[in-house]
Every structure is written in C-alpha cells, then in structure tokens.
C-alpha cells in the first residue's frame, strides 16, 4: 500500500517530512507530478520510470506533488477544474507501484522558496538519490528550478521527453478541451484509461424509477471537471462489482429542473446504491441534454440510449 504523507505549506511543514523519516518513509527516487488537477499518460510513464529507477537503486519510488494546483494559489480567477482529484490521484499512483506519495499543501510561504531551499529542506527530511521529471518540469520561485539546475548542483535526474499521442504532444489543457467538449474517447487515450467521476449516492426524486429507469444520482466533488452536458455510454463501478451504465449529464430539460445532475443507470443491476460511493466511467458520448415534447419521448429514447450503450461498451 502506498505510504501518503501530506506537509503543510511553507518552511514549518517539513517537520512532518521530518517526522516521517524517522518513523522509516525516508523516500530516495523521487518523481514529481504536477499539480493535482490530472494524472494522464504521460505523467504515467514518468511513474513508470520511477518505479524503473528505483529497482536500478534499489530505493522506494516516491512521488511529489501539490494540494490545491499551484495556480489556485496564485491566480485564483484562473483556477483549473480537476481532471484527476486528490483521492482519484493517489489511488492510480498506488496502482502503478509508487511506495510514497508526498503531498505538499501549496500555499504561497511554499511558492517563495527558492530553488535551492526547496531542495534542500527536502533532502532534510529525506535522502533523494535521484529525480525523474517530464519535460517541462520547473520549480522554486519563478520557476527557476528546472532538470538543467539539478544537474549543475550534482543531482542524478532523468527527463522524460514528451508523450505524443494522434500527433498531440500530451498535455493536461488539452485533455481539459476535449472533456468539455465530451469528446471522451480523444480524451481518454490521451489519459490512458476512461474518465472518471466518483461520489456518493444522493437521494434523488424517483423520476427515473417511476419511467423505468431508476438512476443513482452522485454528488459533484468541488471543483471537479464535469464533462459536457448530454447522454453517455459509461461504466459503473459499486460495491457489487462493475457495470455497464447508461450515464447522464444535464439538468433534466423535460421536466423544468436548474440542479446539474451526475447520475447512472446501471444495466443488469438490482438492489439499492443508496449511501455507497460510485465510480462512474465515461466511453462515448450518445447526445445532447434533450427538452423532450413529451414523456412518452423521454421514455423512447432512453430505451434507445440502453441499447446503444450495451453495444458500445459491451464489445469494449
């Protein structure tokens, strides 16, 4: 299981990395992702070359990065939504082998650090004996730090060139664009595994189970990206196993509603989800979020949506 060690922002927080150290979570092949608005492909194979590293060292891979995204702090008017959230993101760095993740708290004591304090108060609280970094890696004060400014300074570190996917050099911005859009099947290659939304179950009204359709509505985390509004093929993943889903994002047109709605109905699926967290996966987008004229409309073309989704993902 991976070790998470969350530091508070600024000088004071690394008496945590401090601490750590002595309970044995020293950490000595370090990556480091970026802020925790994603983790996509190619910051997977920057792990993947972690974990590479740390079998050549015979060191625990270890991965850095900042809670909230540095920009949140910075330049909150241009705060990104989150691809990849905290608990999303810790759970893929656990599933590719990574022993510690360090989460530090950015706040902007943090973002005044120089380069070489930053380094160093790191190297306090544990031995690093080698960085890997992608390509457009920068830290410290005005992002001064960079793979060039480790190696003058001594440090072993290897720099990932850039993941080229459908002639896209891979960045989070564009996986962003194309969420939006509900492009999820461009946007989950570039991520290299499907979209996904969790939350818990919410009480809804009961409309869907009343047409036919009873649908488990999640809660929306905070500042988590929602994908374009409209009806998609997906999978859900709940305490009983995984299933295929009918999934739905919109505010339900027909009948007059203003709440976002996230919500799922889960094919060859009986029982009650109410109180458990679901993981919802996004494959392909059917249609727009749709004011039907009638009810009888509604009920037809979510018959229609069943169908297509049990074709799409089934042959997956």
Not at 200 to 226: C, H, Q, S, Y
Request: proline share 5%.
């Amino acid at each position: 299981m991976t070790k998470v060690l969350v530091i508070g922002g600024g000088i004071a927080g690394y008496s945590a990395a401090l601490s750590a150290r002595r309970d044995g979570a020293d950490v000595t092949v370090v990556a480091r992702a970026p802020g925790a608005t994603a983790l996509y492909a190619g910051h997977v194979e920057v792990i993947r070359k972690t974990v590479a590293a740390a079998r050549d060292e015979d060191a625990a891979p270890a991965l850095i990065t900042f809670e909230p995204h540095p920009r949140c702090v910075l330049d909150p008017a241009n705060c990104p939504q989150s691809i990849t959230t905290l608990q999303e993101k810790l759970a893929l760095i656990e599933s590719h082998g990574i022993a510690h993740a360090i989460v530090l708290r950015f706040d902007r004591a943090l973002s005044s650090l120089s380069p070489q304090e930053f380094v160093d108060q790191l190297s306090a609280a544990m031995e690093v004996r080698r960085w890997v970094i992608g390509f457009d890696f920068a830290f410290g004060r005005e992002r001064r730090g960079n793979a060039e400014w480790l190696r003058e300074r001594g440090f072993a570190c290897d720099e990932v060139p850039p993941v080229v996917i459908d002639g896209i050099a891979l960045h989070s911005s564009e996986v962003r664009r194309l969420i939006n859009l509900g492009d999820m099947e461009k946007a989950n290659r570039l991520l290299g595994r499907q979209y996904a939304m969790s939350g818990p179950v919410e009480a809804g009204d009961k409309v869907g189970r009343r047409l036919g359709f009873p649908t488990a509505n999640i809660a929306i985390e905070p500042n988590k990206l929602v994908p374009a509004l409209g009806a998609y093929a997906g999978r859900a993943r709940a305490d009983e196993g995984d299933f295929i889903a009918a999934l739905s994002v919109g505010y339900r047109p027909t009948f007059g509603g203003t709440q976002l709605r996230v919500e799922a109905f889960l094919l060859d699926f009986e029982g009650d989800l109410y109180q458990q967290r679901l993981e919802l996966r996004f494959v392909r987008y059917l249609h727009p979020d749709i004011a039907f004229p009638t009810v009888d409309d509604l009920v037809q073309q979510l018959k229609r949506d069943v169908t297509d989704t049990r074709r799409i993902v089934g042959r997956q």
